[in-house]
């Protein structure tokens, strides 16, 4: 009866814990490391969007504690999120976090990563995602974030052979048709004509002379 009350104990003081994010803020900042932008992002109403050009660096900084003690922890999954509502389109970064629940990540337009979805002129809902096995997830709306137009993307050499072909149209020969019954005649006469006087010619003489035509036929 007490190991049970002890997993009882147990189970809700899990389920009651959950992760808190500290002192979260942001500094847009140019090459030459003039800050363009800095200020601390409030957990209840978003600050005004965020731009980057194309080479500024957004850097972003928090804490992640305990709800209940206020003690840094290390969540087993950290991400950020950028989602174009418009389009659908989304990219997840993973966040590195000390065990002492510290966090940084930059985003260097320069050289922004692969997760970064497509962008157009819609802004990206950028939110960061917390994942536990001990702890409740969490997630926060941070901010919306205007990123430079991304380029189209060179033209693969075989993308036109995944693009809908046009339909084959096969165009056969007309069926042959037969020659008029006055051509067939003709060329059948022409045929025959030779055969008729041949014959005709083997009776006129076999009338004068058999023997003449006994004589054509050894020698034929």
Known sequence: MVWQFSWLLLAATVQAASLSLQSPRFTISTPDATQLRSDTLSLTKKPEPLTLGPTDTLKLTFQITESDEGKGVQPHQTFLRFYDKASGEEGIQPVRVTPGGKAKFELNMARPPASIPPTTHNPLEVSLILGSFVHAPAQYDLFDLYLPASHTPAEHPDEASFHVLPAIKHTFRPEQKSPPQF?????????????????????????????LTDFVIKVE
């Open 183 to 211: 051509v067939s005649a003709i060329f059948a006469a022409t045929v025959l004509s030779p055969w008729l006087v041949l014959i005709g010619l083997v009776r006129f003489l076999h009338q004068i002379d058999p023997q």
